[in-house]
């Protein structure tokens, strides 16, 4: 697997520290687009999700809590029941438009383990952990693409609107 490969080679890249800038919903191809933005730089970085991961990071960010645990609160609870950590979680790689993604669980002896992940529900774990989130510079470069960067340049805080 592509994902495995790249965790031997890592020691060479760098990973930009990034937040949650938005959700939006994008009509062109009726999918949610979860916006990231570097926290020390401009960089910024779209992924379109589906409906289903969307709600979910929505739910999070807004701290509603559900009457039963989602999947995502399952998994934390799973990680935190068995008292291990998520340290971190990153955006590994781009292959034909799709992201990969590994969410970091700290073994207790200090080391991790990157378990294979998308990286919307990466996130939608790491809002509910409070885990950083990083991105491989080398996707921040992939994803150049001026007609998309000219799109999410327009965009107005209207256009955000309400996801649920």
Same mark, same amino acid.
């Not at 800038?21 to 191809?29: A, V, Y």
């Not at 790689?93 to 294979?116: F, L």
């Given at each position: ?11 060479? !890249?760098?990973?930009? $520290? ?13 999918? !949610?687009?979860?916006?990231?933005? =570097? ?10 999700? *589906? ?10 960010? *807004? ?29 590994? =790689? ?5 992201? !990969? ?10 080391? =991790? ?24 510079? $080398? ?18 805080? =209207? ?6």
């Amino acid at each position: 697997m592509i994902f495995k490969l790249l965790l031997l080679k890592r020691g060479a !890249y760098l990973f930009k $520290q990034m937040k949650i800038e938005g959700l939006l919903f994008d009509p062109r191809s009726n999918m !949610y687009i979860l916006l990231l933005k =570097e926290i020390n730089g401009n960089n910024t970085l779209p992924i379109w999700i *589906g409906k289903p991961e969307a709600d979910s990071i929505a739910l999070a960010l *807004g701290k509603i809590v559900t009457p039963r645990p989602l999947t995502h609160d399952l998994i934390k609870n799973v990680i935190t029941g068995i008292n291990m950590k998520v340290t971190k979680v990153v955006i590994t =790689e781009i292959v034909d438009n799709t992201y !990969y993604a590994g969410i970091y669980i700290d073994k207790g002896d200090g080391s =991790e383990i990157p378990i294979d992940s998308r990286p919307s529900d990466a996130i939608a774990v790491a809002i509910r952990i409070n885990a950083p989130i990083f991105v491989d510079e $080398q996707v921040i470069e992939h994803k150049n693409n001026d007609e998309l960067e000219d799109w999410l340049k327009k965009l107005k805080p =209207e256009d955000f609107g309400n996801i649920m």
